[in-house]
Structure formats: structure tokens, C-alpha cells
């Protein structure tokens, strides 16, 4: 939002500077971008005249000019410009000054053997036009050696403020104005606007078709005629006004309107009414019309959008863009003068979906003061009538406007409470009724009702947050909690609070670099990652590709991996622990840390090497961040299941499924499969974990009190090596736990060390080899016990899988 400093001050009666003001803008919210002093910019230039100005000796198309700059002896300088002659008045620039349009600093210098002592410029090298033909022509009576930026009143500093989508109502100079004017930096100008009074009826009148729920999408419409209008160039302050704010003035009728969207926040439209055939109907568009638009553009329409149409047909899209059909211009004798109130939701949903940005959409899809929909009528018929001439009609008004929201029952040690801030009573009711609140009832507790212009406020927390603003964020104290003495300070951070952050640390320890990505993603991925309901799906979707929220964080962590890849990292190993949501209900918004490795970024090494190319990465690194993860978090793995085949997302063969019981799913790891890398337009290889850590079992609030197990024996242990034949179905991980607990005293550990399948095996069958340690604790072990605990392993391998000794 920009506006000038004499703009506010048409509301604002205020002697505060512009670094004043800017500074009061940033303490109650109202952030300044950019402030844009032409006068502080262009300080150095000055009026100057034209001494002589004659032919360049060594080229053409250059004159060597004297220029009496006001300041003593005259300058010499060398200009190219086609005007430049004798007697002429002009902008000089000496030596050291910062040419804007040219974005050098002038110095002096020698061209083409002739020396130059300074600069005559244009005004597209001050940046005041795209007119580069000839220096400025002055008139006579410009005094020389002035302030050029004074003397052609450039002294209107222009600020521009970032306003935040709930502050509407800062979308107009005179919400802007009030704010300052409650924060103490002046008098608000509040006039009261006068109604215009029409001398006969509005030839055209409005019907609103809806019905049910749709009439939200217009619930008012105010509409007047102006016969006998002369439509021509406005004014120069008004073009003044809206060519500072980057505003390109049209003519007096467009030119109204666009100076009431930003003086007012009251975005209203006006037709051509000769070109408007019979009455207007504001209802949804039929799929398939089409409408050439003010911008030149013709767009498509559908049910979803909302048009004002006449017996002709569509002839504006409402609360977006007219139609060129009905448009003003200097033929134009008779104008329609239209103030409407339009659904927010269907504004920002129509204007996306047909690509249109216009500074009307901006402001109702943010919401405008409802109450001053006819207000804002009146105000522009009286610019009109002023600025046009004309008769105006009586108002033609359709609908109604909507109620304002009940008050807020509100206790003043609420400001106390959430903020620390011991204010005076007084002081905060002054800033509420500054700002327009109704404030009634005395005491502790009284009722504050919005103005209609703060639909944002709606709640005691809200009007906490006005309060102080205006009285200053600076006055809140930071005060450390009291803490008791010898007290032990109780925990503040919850399980699922620590363990995100302990996830991080951990994945992080394990060469992953950390990655953030939107929590929204299109429905097509969403649905490749189980996602996709419609109760998932964003009503008011800030891009097409972002339309849904994610289920998992895969997909944002694929393209951010891919990225780098194209750009020329291609072995990546990225993480993130943050929300996914699989439902709409609280229970389906869950953590997730999710990992994914790329190309050859192992933990170890990646990359190529004189001695050997590193190889891609397969699913046991996946595997092996997962397990590392939830050793990090000190969740005991003895239960953990690790079930082939993971979700829908990972290849079918080299993929896993964590679970504690079958019922008790923690997560998955395995290789990204195939399908999903091309619906993502990515490369693999691919690997990647998800954890939930929502889902992971609860540390015990007491520790289990165990025996501790001896960790060295005085006596040597032995391994004995097993190569069973079983079916291929069964998992040779699953053969080490039952080998293992076949005498848990006596053996210290199993693993699998050979898997063959092939000769010599039958078909259906593989072989799976386990080394079994034997670690005795009270005595060497002698050879029938050690065959004992053998035999066991044998009968409880034949029991559970059926397997025999390989020969």
C-alpha cells in the first residue's frame, strides 16, 4: 500500500516528520518497505541557464554548452541532447552527484577532447518519466540556482507499508490515518459525507439471483446514474496523486474510482449506461461465457464465478475486472455508478482461477467496510458531479447489509494477563474508541463492539493485541519467570516436544542435511502418498500445486532432492521432522521425521575416488537411519518387527514396515518406487525413512528395575556356524531371534553371515548360514554341552520353519 504524505495529511492533521511517521507505523504494525523522498533524492540538482550553446568541435550530434548555475563562474558542459541551445533553462547535476536513471555518479571528464564539468539531464536520468529525448525545457521564469526538486514540488515523500491480510481496513489513506491518529501522531479529519440527492429515479434497476446459501455472494449492491457527464483528463492533483503511487491516470470516471479504492478502501466500478442494455442481474456465470475484459483479455467463465450482466450478457466480473464492452471513455455522457459488498472467498477463488490480479480483487478478497458500501457511493457521485458535472438519480439498492458481530465481553486485567502490561484504564479505553470501538459499561468489565471495518476482531485476545499496539510494544517489560529457592525446575517440554528435537540432532549427526517444505502439495501427489480427501484439501489454496495437505513429507524432500540435482549436486542426504496430516481430525495430525538419501550419499563416503567408485545407495541406508533414529531416541527396539514390503510409495522388493504388534505401525523405509519417482519427474537412485513419531511407545515413567547383565566373562567364547535349508519365504532375520532365545543364558548373539540360493539347493528353497556365540559365565562349557545347546537350536529351527541341516 503507498500513499504520499499530503494524502494522509488530507486526513491526518499532523506536523510529524516523515521519519516520524514512518517510525509510528512500524510501532503499531503497519511495517514501512520503502519510503521514496524525490526531494532528499534530487537535492544536488539545480536550475540552471543556458549561456551558449554551440557546435562540438570533433562530433555532430554534441554541443558544448556554458551554463550559469547560480553559484559563480559559469560551467562547462558537454550534452548530446537534440534541445539543448542558447537561452534555455535547464536541470544541471555538477561533478559527484548520483544520477537515478543512469545509476552512476557523475564525474568530471574529458569528451572527445573537450572537458565536461557536469550534466544537463533529461527526466527519465532523474526517473520522474520515460522521457529521454532532450534535457528538461524550463520555462523562463524558472529561477536559477533553486532546488529543481522544490521548485517542481517534489518535497511529497511517498511511503509504502506492508498491511497484513487480516488489516483490511489499512488498505485506504483514511484507515491509515487513523491508526496514526490514535497512536498520538495527530487530529483525524473524520468529515461527515453528505448525501447526494438525486432528482429522479434510477432508470436501471438490480435483481440479486440467489438463493439459499449463494446469497453471501453478494449480499448488497447500490447502484446510481449521472446523466449528463463530461468525461475527460482529470485534474492534475488527482493524476498527481495516483502517478506517485504507480497509478497510470485514465480519465475523470476510471480515475474516481481508482482514487476511492485507495483513499477509502471502497473499490467501486462504473459503466458506459448507453452501452448497457436493460437491467442489471448479478448472479453466477454460465459455464462457457466469456467476457472481454478491461485489461484486453478474454476469460472463460464457469458457475464458480459471480458477473453483473445485462440483457446482452456478461458485462463485469464482480469484485475483479469490467468489461470493455461497457467501459468508460471520452464518449461517455451518461455513467452507472456501482457499490456492491462481495463474498471474500469467492473473489480470491475466481480471481486465482482466471489468473486475474486487479487492485478491487486485492481489496475484497481481504474484506471492505460493509457499512460503507453506500457511503462510498455517495462520496464518488459528489467527486463526479464535482469533477464531471451531471444530474445524479435517486440510489437503486438491492439486498441488505450485513449485521455487525455482537460485542465482545471484555475485562481490562486482560491486557495484564497476556501481556504483563499494567495499563490505565483510561488510556486503554482511549486507544479502543480511537481506533472506533464502541466501549460500554463502566468498572472491571465492559462490552467493546468492532466497528465495521474490523471484521478481524473478534475475540478478547484480539482487542488485547489493539490495545497494545497503540500503547507500544516497547513498554512490555521482558520479565525472567520467578523461581523459588531450591526448587527443582519441573519439565516444560513435552515427550513429542523433545523427541522433534532430538530427531533433528540425530539425523543430523548422520550427515543429513535439514530441509523445510511446504506443508501443502497438489492432489495428484497427495494421493500417490495416501492423502488426497477432500477433507484435506484447502479451501482457499494460495497455487494450483499447492492444493492439499501433505500426507507425508516425502514429496517435498523428492523435489527439493531433485533440485539439486539438476543444479548439479546429485548425491543429497536431506531431512525434515515436522506435521503431516492424515485426516481432519486432531488424532490424523502427526510428526514425522523422514529422511531420504540420493545418488551415492552414504553415511561414510559419496561421491567418486581414486580408489573406487562409491556405490549408489540401497535400501539397508534407509534401514540403517531408521534404527539409528530410534536408538537416538532411546526407543528399545527388542519388539521391533520388521515387516517386508512397505506402503504404497516404496518399490514392493526393497522396502520394510516398522511396527511394534501388528497393529502398532511406526514408520517404513525402502527404496522410492519407480512409479512415484516419474509421477514426480524425478531421478533415482532414491532412498528414504519416515518415522511417526506420534506413534512411538512412551518412555516409562519409572525405570524398570533388572538385574544388570555381566558384561565380561572371565571365560573364552566359542562360535559354532548353522546352514539351514528353509523355504524362501522365510526371513532369515526372524532365524536369528529363534536361534538366539533357543538358551538365553548361554548364547550371546546369532547373525546371519551367507543367504545362497542356487545349485546343489532345490528350487522353492535357500540356504541361510548363522553364526551362534556361546559365551559361558561360570564354567568352560564341555563338548556335550555345547552339542546340547546345538541340538536345541536344530529343534526349535525344524520346529518353526520346517528346517533342516544343510549336508
Not at 561360570?778 to 525344524?798: C, F, H, S, Y
Request: aromatic share 6%; net charge negative; proline share 6%.
Amino acid at each position: 500500500m503507498k500513499f504520499t504524505i499530503s494524502w494522509l495529511k488530507e486526513h491526518l492533521d499532523t506536523d510529524a516528520s516523515v521519519a516520524e511517521i514512518a517510525g509510528t507505523l512500524n510501532r503499531i504494525g503497519l511495517e514501512v518497505e520503502a519510503i521514496e523522498d524525490k526531494a532528499k533524492a534530487l537535492s544536488a540538482f539545480t536550475i540552471a541557464y543556458v549561456i551558449e550553446a554551440k557546435q562540438h568541435p570533433n562530433a555532430d550530434r554534441l554541443r558544448v554548452c556554458m551554463v550559469d548555475t547560480g553559484a559563480g563562474e559559469p560551467v562547462q558542459v558537454v550534452c548530446g541532447a537534440p534541445n539543448a541551445r542558447t537561452g534555455m533553462k535547464s536541470v544541471f547535476s555538477p561533478p559527484g552527484t548520483y544520477i537515478p536513471g543512469k545509476d552512476i555518479t557523475l564525474g568530471k571528464g574529458v569528451i572527445r577532447g573537450v572537458e565536461s564539468n557536469g550534466m544537463l539531464c533529461s527526466a527519465a536520468e532523474l526517473m520522474l518519466s520515460e522521457d529521454h529525448d532532450g534535457i528538461i525545457d524550463l520555462p523562463e521564469d524558472a529561477p536559477v540556482g533553486q532546488s529543481y526538486a522544490a521548485y517542481a514540488g517534489l518535497g511529497d515523500a511517498v511511503i509504502e507499508i506492508a498491511v497484513t491480510p487480516n488489516r483490511a481496513d489499512a488498505l485506504g489513506v483514511a484507515g491509515i490515518a487513523r491508526d496514526l491518529a490514535a497512536a498520538g501522531l495527530g487530529t483525524l479529519k473524520n468529515a461527515p459525507i453528505e448525501s447526494v440527492r438525486g432528482t429522479f429515479p434510477c432508470p436501471v434497476s438490480v435483481t440479486l439471483d440467489f438463493t439459499g446459501e449463494d446469497r453471501k455472494l453478494c449480499p448488497a449492491f447500490a447502484l446510481r446514474l449521472v446523466r449528463g457527464v463530461k468525461n475527460g483528463p482529470s485534474p492534475d492533483w488527482l493524476q498527481a496523486r495516483l502517478r506517485a503511487v504507480g497509478l497510470r491516470p485514465i480519465n475523470a470516471l476510471v480515475d474516481i474510482t481508482n482514487f476511492m479504492t485507495l483513499d477509502r478502501n471502497r473499490p467501486l466500478h462504473v459503466f458506459d449506461a448507453a452501452r448497457v442494455k436493460g437491467d442489471l442481474t448479478v448472479r453466477r456465470a454460465r459455464d462457457g461465457e466469456t467476457i472481454l475484459a478491461l485489461d484486453g483479455k478474454t476469460y472463460t467463465l464457469t458457475s464458480e464465478q459471480v458477473v453483473i450482466a445485462d440483457d446482452h450478457g456478461v458485462e463485469s466480473l464482480a469484485g475483479i475486472m469490467g468489461g470493455e464492452a461497457s467501459g468508460c471513455d471520452e464518449t461517455t455522457t451518461d455513467v452507472l455508478i456501482e457499490s456492491a459488498l462481495w463474498d471474500p472467498l469467492n473473489i480470491a477463488r475466481s480471481g486465482r482461477a482466471l489468473g486475474i490480479n486487479s487492485d478491487a480483487r486485492y481489496r475484497f478478497e481481504r474484506g471492505v467496510d460493509p457499512e460503507f458500501a453506500r457511503p462510498g457511493l455517495e462520496l464518488a457521485t459528489a467527486m463526479v458531479l464535482d469533477l464531471c458535472g451531471g444530474e445524479a438519480s435517486e440510489i437503486a439498492f438491492a439486498g441488505e447489509i450485513p449485521d455487525s458481530p455482537g460485542a465482545v465481553d471484555f475485562p481490562w486485567s486482560e491486557v495484564k494477563r497476556l501481556t504483563g502490561l499494567d495499563l490505565p484504564q483510561a488510556e486503554m479505553q482511549l486507544a479502543l474508541t480511537s481506533l472506533g470501538f464502541d466501549v460500554s459499561g463502566a468498572g472491571e468489565r465492559v462490552k467493546v463492539t468492532a466497528p465495521s471495518w474490523r471484521a478481524d476482531v473478534g475475540g478478547k485476545a484480539d482487542l488485547v493485541e489493539e490495545i497494545v499496539r497503540i500503547a507500544g510494544l516497547d513498554r512490555v517489560v521482558s520479565t525472567p519467570l520467578p523461581r523459588i529457592k531450591g526448587e527443582v525446575v519441573k519439565p516444560v517440554l513435552t515427550v513429542l516436544q523433545k523427541r522433534t528435537r532430538l530427531a533433528k540432532r540425530t539425523l543430523a549427526a548422520r550427515g543429513l542435511v535439514e530441509g523445510v517444505t511446504w506443508s501443502f502439495i497438489s492432489k495428484d501427489q497427495a494421493t500417490l502418498f495416501g492423502g488426497g480427501s477432500p477433507k484435506l484439501a484447502l479451501a482457499n489454496p494460495i497455487a494450483a500445486d499447492l492444493s492439499d495437505m501433505r500426507p507425508s513429507l516425502l514429496p517435498g524432500l523428492i523435489r527439493a532432492a531433485q533440485s539439486n540435482a539438476d543444479r548439479g549436486y546429485p548425491d543429497v542426504a536431506l531431512f525434515e521432522v515436522g506435521q503431516i496430516f492424515l485426516s481432519d481430525e486432531p488424532e490424523g495430525q502427526l510428526i514425522a521425521a523422514t529422511g531420504l538419501r540420493r545418488g551415492t550419499a552414504h553415511l561414510a563416503a559419496q561421491g567418486r575416488h581414486w580408489d573406487g567408485a562409491a556405490k549408489p545407495v540401497d535400501v539397508f541406508d534407509a534401514k540403517a537411519d531408521a534404527l539409528a533414529l530410534l536408538a537416538g531416541l532411546g526407543v528399545p527396539t527388542g519388539g521391533l518387527q520388521i515387516v517386508p514390503e512397505g506402503p504404497a510409495w516404496a518399490h514392493p522388493g526393497r522396502s520394510a514396515t516398522l511396527r511394534f504388534g501388528p497393529k502398532g505401525v511406526i514408520g517404513a523405509f525402502g527404496e522410492l518406487h519407480p512409479r512415484i519417482l516419474k509421477a514426480l519427474d524425478a531421478k533415482g537412485p532414491l532412498v528414504a525413512f519416515e518415522i511417526h513419531l506420534d506413534a512411538l511407545p512412551l518412555p516409562k515413567s519409572k525405570p524398570t528395575k533388572v538385574k544388570p547383565k555381566l558384561v565380561l566373562s572371565d571365560f573364552q567364547p566359542l562360535t559354532r556356524d548353522f546352514a539351514f535349508i528353509v523355504d524362501q519365504s522365510v526371513a532369515a532375520g526372524e532365524m536369528a531371534k529363534t536361534a538366539q532365545n533357543a538358551d538365553r543364558a548361554l548364547i550371546a548373539g546369532a547373525n546371519v553371515f551367507d543367504i545362497y540360493e542356487g545349485q546343489g539347493v532345490e528350487a522353492g528353497k535357500k540356504s541361510v548360514a548363522l553364526a551362534v556365540t556361546l559365551q559361558p559365565t561360570e564354567k568352560t562349557l564341555t563338548d556335550t554341552e555345547i552339542e546340547t545347546v546345538g541340538a536345541r537350536i536344530v529343534a526349535e529351527m525344524a520346529k518353526r520353519y520346517g528346517a533342516t541341516l544343510r549336508g
